[in-house]
């Protein structure tokens, strides 16, 4: 195994995968939103650089090549779990979710059964917006959990007809409320969007890859 500067960003970001469950395991709400967020962030951002200095530095390595597919993985599959447990469990949260973790499991086994004839099989500039679209719509929805939680702490022990008022400006809004409120309900329409945008995208490719692979699964007459 040859160690490198893309390799360890790449091993970083496996390790920080497991480290967004965690973040809500020692942390109350919403100081763990913000810092699973934050680790999520960081460990996609390094995604594009690890693959993009292995490429100019001439430092594209079988361990690379193994690890990355895994990270990209290991970090969606993770942080869907943990927003879905956190979430009220929305069918228009769920669905989507279950697409995403269904291709990524069936696209692992079936690129463990093709062995070495899985490295043969072109990844599409399709795939790639894929993995793009999963992560930036974790990363969304992760933010309308610390919205909603910065919401609920700031109306605590406010009535509901106080909370009505404030938003709807016959009263004055001293705790921001209004910014709050708004981008909770935002950040959660616009994470879902792009959560089936992205799953939309994982059906397409997992379905592009099955196709490919079909001339290696026929059985020999």
Excluded: C
């Amino acid at each position: 195994m040859k160690w490198n500067i893309p390799n360890i960003l790449t091993l970083l970001r496996l390790v920080a995968a497991p480290g967004v469950a965690v973040m809500f395991l020692y942390f109350s709400r919403p100081y763990a939103d913000a810092l699973a967020m934050f680790l999520f962030i960081a460990a996609a951002v390094t995604d594009w650089f690890d693959g993009y200095l292995a490429r100019a530095w001439g430092q594209e390595t079988k361990l690379g090549t193994m690890l990355d597919p895994i990270a990209d993985k290991a970090m969606v599959v993770i942080a869907l779990m943990v927003i879905v447990a956190v979430s009220s469990w929305s069918p228009w949260l769920v669905l989507p979710a279950t697409v995403i973790l269904f291709r990524e499991v069936f696209v692992s086994g079936l690129r463990e059964f093709l062995g070495d004839v899985s490295g043969t099989l072109k990844v599409t500039a399709l795939a790639k917006w894929k993995t793009t679209a999963q992560m930036v719509a974790i990363a969304v929805l992760f933010g309308q959990g610390l919205f909603e939680h910065y919401f609920g702490m700031s109306i605590f022990g406010m009535d509901n007809a106080l909370v009505g008022a404030i938003l709807s400006g016959e009263e004055e809004d001293v705790l921001g409320l209004t910014w709050k409120f708004h981008g909770m309900i935002w950040a959660g329409r616009i994470g879902l969007v792009l959560l089936w945008i992205a799953a939309a995208l994982t059906a397409i490719t997992g379905y592009d890859y099955l196709r490919k692979s079909m001339p290696h699964l026929v059985e020999p007459r």
